[in-house]
């Protein structure tokens, strides 16, 4: 199975500040024959269920505000929040969609500072 | 869109089947994989398995010798069915939609259920 690994663990940003969460995946995620990259990522707030971001590492889901952007490319990607709102608070997790099972990191924690 | 809806027993002992349903609206079945998902504190995210509502289905290799998932399109019910239990299938156990398209990416999820393993 690919393993997902994101880091921090946990990271405190203060309002309006840039937020960056980084995902390493064991294996390289980008098909080069369609050049897309299979690789998800989702915002969990407390008792709710996973919220899709973005999909194909950069493409936000219909209704996702445009502060949150995705980048990377083979095996290293991040989640950027350009200006975190309070509403952003959340745990957030890449996945990846290439091969084999469909596996998730284990979460960033997003808290304000 | 309807938020598919899961449900089922919040307890089950061990060595025995923990059976959900996910209850979903007949427009947003049709044309799509459905999979369950499930988490726990200590394993996090963990991909059950998908099946198409014409009943194709693939699961993850390390559940697959104990899951068997189910469509009923005659009531929109999709199921699961996870036989001889342990203590390390405690869990938030979640059906989950996958974009138009795309096998394993989740864009609509039931609320979840949570599934206590313990006699």
């Known amino acids: 199975d690919i393993v997902m690994t994101q880091s921090p663990d946990s990271l405190a940003v203060s309002l309006g500040e840039r937020a960056t969460i980084n995902c390493k995946s064991s294996?390289?995620?980008?098909?080069?024959?369609?050049?897309?990259?299979?690789l998800a990522w989702y915002q969990q707030k407390p008792g709710q269920p996973p919220k899709l971001l973005l999909y194909?590492?950069?493409i936000r889901e219909s209704g996702v505000p445009d502060r949150f952007s995705g980048s990377g490319s083979g095996t290293e990607f991040t989640l950027s929040i350009s200006s975190l709102q309070a509403e952003d608070v959340a745990i957030y997790y890449c996945?990846?969609?290439?091969?084999?099972?469909?596996?998730f990191g284990q979460g960033t924690r997003l808290e304000i500072k | 869109q309807v938020q598919p809806q899961e449900s089922g027993p919040g307890l089950v002992k061990p060595s025995e089947t923990l059976s959900l349903t996910c209850t979903v609206s007949?427009?947003?079945?049709?044309?799509?994989?459905w999979s369950w998902i499930r988490q726990t504190p200590g394993k996090g995210l963990e991909w059950i398995g998908y099946i198409y509502y014409s009943g194709t289905s693939r699961y993850n290799p390390s559940l697959a010798s104990r899951v068997t998932m189910s469509v009923d399109r005659s009531t929109n019910q999709l199921s699961l069915s996870l036989k001889s239990v342990t203590t390390a299938d405690t869990a938030v156990y979640y059906c989950?939609?996958?974009?138009?398209?795309?096998?394993?990416?989740?864009?609509?999820w039931g609320q979840g259920t949570r599934v206590t393993v313990s006699s």
């Open positions: 294996q390289n995620i980008f098909y080069d024959t369609n050049n897309k990259t299979y």
């Open positions: 996945q990846q969609y290439h091969s084999g099972p469909a596996t």
């Open positions: 989950a939609r996958a974009l138009a398209g795309l096998y394993n990416v989740f864009d609509m």
């Open positions: 194909w590492a950069s």
């Open positions: 007949g427009d947003s079945m049709r044309g799509h994989y």
